[in-house]
């Protein structure tokens, strides 16, 4: 059992990541900032999750011990079948000694999957927001690294944000698909990347201020993918959609998109 | 104490602030759209989707 604190420092700690550029840093100022806002009661300090989760305690951390850990996030990823998703190999976790990046690996998909492992007391939605950093940094910082350097950790941690991503499914669908569509691109699956982000932007209602973001996200996406026409189609189609006071940026996303055009085309001629 | 957006609805932004830091995002990301930048341009989105995320079901609450 863990109880969440909403403290007024953890929280301005909070705003502060997510005002600031993200850089390398941001995973150890999410799991020291996700460290700081749990508490147990001292029965509970001799437990698995709670030694796992505490920074001072995980170089000292037994490969054998986080098996247990692993194990479940093993069991509850068989549910969810997505393709190029290696299982996680809880055989070669914690072979190599322990650098910091899969000390960091390893905490990050214990926290990303908490509620799975202890119950959750008090501000568990501000736990929820501080795992979403906590699943940014996974995707844009460690998961990269880990892959490149082949580490079984990279699975572990894969499947832990493919948890976390699809567990937000129930209270918010469009964030969800969302989370889904960044799994998708890590993996390099462009075609499931685009209909996760459709899938996002279509439960995301014009009133919703990440109308524009999810947007955004599809037409610029599109381009990537060299589907122009379609991109076309939908900036047209967002043009009718959106809001009056949309219809501003909506503008400059048009402009936006030609002038990429104008200039990709050049760059192959 | 400013107010910031998530799942916990006691600290988000105003409604004004995160329009406008989340339309700083979206520029900036435009402007290094081109795939020499995708990794970069790609926190960006991420970033203004997370500041928002959820804050608009307190809007259609009629709470924010």
New interface residues.
Partial sequence: MVTVH?K?DS??A??AL??S??TKSLTQKVLALLWKILSTDASAETSLIWQLLNPSNAKGFSAEQFRAISSRIQDGTRFIRLANVPPVDIGRLGEKRNSLLLIQARQLAAYLTLQAHTQVLD?A??L??VQ??GF?AA??FVLPELRERNEPEYSLLLNAAILFAVGNSAN?FA?SS?MLA?IH?HLGDQEQRLRSLLASFRC??P????Y???A??VW?EL??QDKRAEAEDFLLDLNRSSLPSHQE?VR??VV?AFK?IL??SADNN | ??K????????DLS?KS??K???K???E??RL???QH?KE???K????????????KR??QGTD
Avoid at chain 1, 207 to 210: G, K, N, P, T
């Fill in positions: 909403a007024a929280i301005a909070y705003q997510l005002t550029d993200w501000r939605d501000f929820l927001d979403a950093l940014q995707i844009h918010d964030h969302y960044m691109g995301t209602s009133e919703d201020h990440s524009l973001t999810k955004q996200e610029t381009l990537e940026e400059e996303m936006d990429f200039r990709d | 104490m400013t910031l957006g998530g799942n916990d609805p006691s600290h409604t995160k329009d830091e989340e339309k995002l979206r520029q990301a435009r759209l081109g795939r995708a341009r790609g926190k989105p991420n970033r203004a989707n997370e500041i928002s995320r959820q804050k608009s809007v259609h």
